[in-house]
């Protein structure tokens, strides 16, 4: 069984715009229905779906609605000026009433239980940190909130958040500096359980502090951006099929690109190790593993890669395709 933690076999799904919201500045609120109001599938606390926008840009958002609504999906989008386009595509031309495909729902960021939760969020990382707040509320379970952003006025579903009182603290940086996080961290108790998503630099950071104090397995993550990964020592190497043939991966291209070539249709949409949609399971081989989706414990278990980016450890792999 792959790491991917998929609610179905992959869909492929005609939704429509029905809303729009400025949720702060930079950020805009989009709500989306089946174009046949049929049923959406369904979708678990820390999952994502692809929007495929126009030109045949795919980008990967989370879902930050109600998971038992199978009526919508929401996501919120943040502007990114400097980004490769498709979030300003997105705030350019999806307004209501625009049909696009989505595609998912796939989760590799996946709510595991534990006796008490802590939440740090930095910007739009706060996404996925919603609908896992919703559950755990409704299961009556202990749990923080860490909010992070530049100013108070970026922070989308701030006054949303701010309802739940005592549990959440807003922690807007013109304010009150970078987040605190051992105050915010300051309880590493067998049992209990971090997830962060947001900027890189606030990721190292709770994952430096986890790794000094908190039990191993203690901290989840997700990654919005690509690890980066010297690429000057990559050697050629060996892809073994199911069927004994061979092929052979130069050492400036990926696996995925050499088995498209050799006419394997792979699901694939951000190609930098991010989304996980390129997850191929291994049947033989260690993989040198550079995607930020699955788990360092993940990485060593080594059952599968991310064949856009990761490569080979060893002379050959053997992959299950």
């Given at each position: ?6 609610t ?66 929401q996501?919120?989008v ?8 498709g ?6 031309k ?34 996925p ?6 559950e ?29 009182g ?7 940086q ?22 962060t ?12 502090h986890?790794?000094?104090h ?94 856009c ?13």
């Amino acid at each position: 069984m792959t790491k991917t933690d998929l609610t179905l076999e992959e869909t492929h799904v005609r939704v429509r715009v029905s809303e729009r919201e400025e949720l702060a500045e930079g950020v805009v609120g989009l709500t989306l229905v089946a174009e046949d109001g049929a049923p959406l599938p369904p979708w678990r606390p820390g999952a994502h779906i692809d929007l495929v926008l126009g030109d045949g840009v795919v980008r990967q958002y989370s879902l930050c609605g109600d998971p038992e609504d199978r009526t919508t999906y929401q996501v919120g989008v943040l502007l990114e000026p400097e980004g490769r386009g498709g979030s300003r595509w997105v705030h350019e031309k999806l307004y209501p009433g625009v049909e696009l495909e989505v595609r998912g729902p796939r989760n590799h960021f996946r709510l595991d239980p534990a006796d008490r939760y802590v939440f740090v969020a930095g910007g739009i990382g706060i996404t996925p940190i919603l609908a896992m707040i919703g559950e755990v509320e409704r299961a009556g379970q202990p749990w923080t909130l860490v909010y992070g952003g530049r100013t108070r006025s970026t922070m989308a579903y701030a006054e949303r958040l701010g309802a739940h009182g005592p549990h959440v603290r807003l922690h807007p940086q013109d304010e009150h500096g970078l987040i605190d996080l051992p105050t915010a961290l300051a309880d590493p108790a067998p049992g209990a359980a971090v997830y962060t998503c947001g900027p890189e630099p606030l990721l190292r950071a709770v994952e430096e502090h986890c790794a000094a104090h908190w039990p191993a397995g203690s901290l989840h993550l997700e990654r919005f951006t690509a690890k980066e990964v010297d690429t000057s020592g990559d050697t050629p190497f060996e892809i073994e099929l199911p069927d004994g043939r061979v092929l052979q991966v130069p050492a400036d291209r990926s696996a995925l690109e050499v088995l498209e070539d050799a006419g394997f249709d792979i699901l694939s949409s951000c190609r930098e190790g991010t989304c996980g949609t390129c997850e191929v399971e291994i049947a033989e081989g260690e993989a040198d593993h550079r995607d930020t989706v699955l788990t360092p414990d993940e990485h060593a278990e080594n059952t599968c890669m991310m064949v856009c980016v990761s490569r080979a450890a060893c002379p050959r792999l053997k992959l299950d395709l």
